[in-house]
């Protein structure tokens, strides 16, 4: 049976110890870290830049996953590659040149994703799916952590799917937004590969059980 990739944010982490927090990560069995990277503009929030990443790079062996929120991402991008990220995603909706990005980011040696908000339909990307590693499907309004899942974004993980199918194309599908025990089983029937948690895993006192949990490896 094929299991999701688990990939715990660290937006939720306490920012006083991303150290640790990897850490959490790598022993709880995810296999990815996500990096959500906000503006203040394009989302009202900020967190944390491509030092991060490089900072934490050589303590890790998982998959660094960033996630861009931010306008103008081309130079974040290149900077966040070079400090050993292994996907960079960025929003649609913030990008004039996305096939540009999305070769440039390949260029580099990343993977590239591409990110859309709940209000966004799949047929505003469809020309870009021969050209991407990776889908992310917003299910919550991006910017903070803890929200509910959007349920209709639910039908849009299906649809990539199909689409996926019919194109034979490789991405993967992730999932950002309300995601936990209750929530996981709905995204992973939907057709989910990766499942980004934020404060459900940094508030689970078991992370371990709730990363079997979320890969449907037990209830």
Partial sequence: MKYPFIAPS??????SHFAAAVSDIE???AEWVHLDVMDGKFVPNLTFGPKLAADLRPQSTAFFDVHLMVYEPDNLAIAFAQ???????????????SHRLLM??????????????PSTPVSGIIELLPF???????????GF????????????????VQIREQGQYGFLISVDGGIHASTAPLV????????????????????????????????
Avoid: W, Y
């Fill in 27 to 29: 022993a709880s069995g």
């Fill in 10 to 15: 660290l937006l939720s982490a306490d920012f």
């Fill in 104 to 117: 440039c980011i390949r260029g580099l040696g990343k993977k590239a994703g591409i990110s859309m908000v």
């Fill in 83 to 97: 400090a050993g990220a292994d996907c960079i995603t960025f929003h649609t909706e913030a990008v004039v040149h």
């Fill in 188 to 219: 992973r029937e939907a057709g989910a590969d990766v499942l980004v948690t934020g404060s459900a895993f940094f508030n689970a006192q078991d992370k371990a059980a709730l990363v079997r949990c979320l890969k449907g490896m037990e209830t």
């Fill in 132 to 142: 991407v590693d990776l889908v992310l499907v917003m299910t919550v309004d991006p």
């Fill in 145 to 160: 952590g803890g929200q509910e899942l959007i349920p209709p974004c639910l039908e849009k993980i299906k649809t990539l």
